[in-house]
C-alpha cells in the first residue's frame, strides 16, 4: 500500500504538493545511509547553494551579506552564520523584498503562518520547496512507523487548518485515499471527546495525530471511559509536550508519543526517533543555529535558529522561530549526529485551557492577555504558580497548557 501510494497515488492525484515523491524519499534516505562526514559535506554544499541563490535574487540579502562582508563560499555548519537574525516582524512589515526575482510571484505557493497574538505572517515557498517539505514530513511519520496508506485519525483543533482545503475533491482525497479521519474543534467539550471514542473504535485507526494538549485530553477522557481499542501509533505535533502530557499518553496508549516539530514558516524540520532521547533536527532541510538566552530548570536555554535549505521562493536564513528549546548533549542512541533538542520549552501557541477544563487548540490570544511577543513569555511555567487551594480538575488542565481564567 505504501508503495503505490508514494509512486502512484499521491503523485498523480495531488501533483502541485507530491510531484516526483518517490525519488524525494530515496533521496533523504540515500541522504541517511551516509555516513556522518558526507552529511555534513552534503549539508554545506546544500547550505552554500542556498545562501548564494539568496545573494544572487534577494537584494535583502545582498545588503546584508555585504554589510557583514560575508560570502556565500565561506558558510560552515559547524558554526554561526555571521549574519543578522531574520525576524517575524521583517516578515510582516516587508515580506516582498524577501522574494527571490528568480521566480515569478505568481508562480510561488502563498503559505500564513498565525502567531499567537499579532496579525497572520504572509510568505512564500516554490512548488518545489512545497513537494521538498511534504517528503521530509512522510520521512518523519516513517520513523514513528506510520507510512501512506495507514488509517490515521487527527484530532488537530484548530478549525483555520481544515477550512484552507474546504472542496469536495480535497475531502475525497483525505478521507479516500490518505485514509484520514479529520476533526477539526475550536473548543473539545465532553459530547465531542466521546464523538471521537465512537469513531476511534469504530475505524480503528493504525495512528493518532495531533496536538499535544488536545491528544493528552482525549487521552485521559478514555482513561476515565474505557477504551476497546488502542492506536498502534501516537504522533504529537503543533505545541509543547509536557512530560506529565508524555506520561499521560504512554500510560493511556501503552506506547510512548512520537514528538514532532515544525511550523507552518519552515514546515516540519524535527522529530523523534524510535529511540525518543530528543528531537533530531534533519539536516536534509534545514541548518539550525542555538543561540543561548538564559537558563531554566531543564538546562541552558537557546533560541532556535532555522535557515531553511528547500524554500528558494522566499528563502529563510536564521529566522528567528520565536521558540527556545534546550538541547541534549549525549548522541542519541540510534546513531544519528543530527542536532537534537532535549525539549521545546517556548513553544508560543502552547496549548490553551478554560478554567472549567475544557481544551481549546490552536487559539490566538488577545493581544491584551498576552501583551508580548517575547520568546521567554511561556517559560513561567503556569502550573508551578498555582495555589495549592486550586481544585484538582483546574490543576491538571493547567498542566496541559496555559490557563484563560
Ligand atoms: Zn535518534
Redesign the pocket.
Given at each position: 500500500m505504501s508503495w503505490i501510494q508514494t509512486h502512484l497515488i499521491l503523485p498523480f492525484t495531488q501533483p502541485d504538493r507530491c510531484a516526483g515523491l518517490a525519488g524525494r524519499l530515496r533521496s533523504i534516505r540515500k541522504f541517511e545511509r551516509m555516513q556522518e562526514k558526507a552529511q555534513r559535506a552534503e549539508q554545506q554544499a546544500r547550505l552554500q547553494r542556498l545562501l548564494q541563490h539568496a545573494y544572487d535574487t534577494v537584494p535583502y540579502y545582498r545588503n546584508q551579506f555585504d554589510e557583514a562582508g560575508f560570502r556565500p563560499s565561506k558558510a560552515r555548519v559547524d558554526r554561526p552564520l555571521p549574519l543578522p537574525v531574520l525576524t517575524r516582524e521583517q516578515l510582516l512589515t516587508a515580506p516582498a523584498t524577501l522574494l527571490s526575482s528568480s521566480f515569478q510571484t505568481e508562480d510561488l505557493r502563498p503559505a500564513a503562518s498565525s502567531g499567537m497574538t499579532g496579525a497572520p505572517i504572509r510568505f512564500h515557498r516554490d512548488a518545489e520547496a512545497v513537494r521538498d517539505k511534504i517528503a521530509l514530513k512522510l520521512h518523519f511519520d516513517s520513523?514513528a512507523g506510520f507510512r501512506p496508506g495507514q488509517t490515521v485519525m487527527r484530532l488537530w483543533g484548530a478549525s483555520t487548518s481544515l477550512t484552507r482545503e474546504s472542496n469536495w475533491r480535497w475531502r475525497t482525497f483525505e478521507t479516500v485515499f490518505m485514509r484520514q479521519l479529520p476533526h477539526g474543534q475550536a473548543v473539545v467539550p465532553a459530547e465531542v471527546m466521546e464523538r471521537w471514542r465512537w469513531r476511534l473504535e469504530k475505524h480503528r485507526p493504525r495512528v493518532l495525530y495531533g496536538r499535544a494538549t488536545i491528544l493528552a485530553a482525549f487521552a485521559e477522557y478514555l482513561q476515565e471511559r474505557g477504551t476497546r481499542y488502542r492506536p498502534r501509533t501516537i504522533i504529537t505535533t503543533a505545541e509543547v509536550l509536557s512530560d506529565a502530557n508524555r506520561k499521560l499518553l504512554t500510560a493511556a496508549f501503552k506506547s510512548e508519543p512520537y514528538d514532532f516539530y515544525g511550523s507552518r514558516d519552515v514546515g516540519m524540520i524535527a522529530a523523534?526517533?524510535?529511540?525518543?532521547?530528543?528531537l533530531?533536527y534533519h539536516p536534509w532541510g534545514s541548518f539550525v543555529e542555538f543561540e543561548p538566552v538564559g537558563e531554566s530548570p531543564d538546562g541552558t536555554l537557546y533560541r532556535l535558529l532555522v535557515t531553511d535549505l528547500l524554500n528558494y521562493g522566499q528563502p529563510f536564513i536564521r529566522y528567528d522561530t520565536g521558540d527556545c528549546v534546550t538541547l541534549t548533549e549525549q548522541?542519541?542512541?540510534?546513531?544519528?549526529w543530527?542536532p537534537?533538542a532535549g525539549k521545546i520549552v517556548g513553544r508560543l501557541a502552547g496549548g490553551t485551557v478554560y478554567a472549567n477544563g475544557v481544551p481549546v487548540p490552536g487559539v490566538r490570544l488577545d493581544p491584551n492577555v498576552a501583551a508580548t511577543d517575547s520568546p521567554l513569555l511561556p517559560l513561567r511555567a503556569p502550573w508551578k504558580s498555582r495555589s495549592r487551594k486550586m481544585n484538582p480538575r483546574m490543576a491538571g488542565a493547567m498542566q496541559r497548557g496555559v490557563l484563560i481564567a
Open positions: 520513523w523523534e526517533c524510535s529511540e525518543h532521547e530528543g533530531h548522541s542519541c542512541s540510534c546513531g544519528r543530527f537534537m
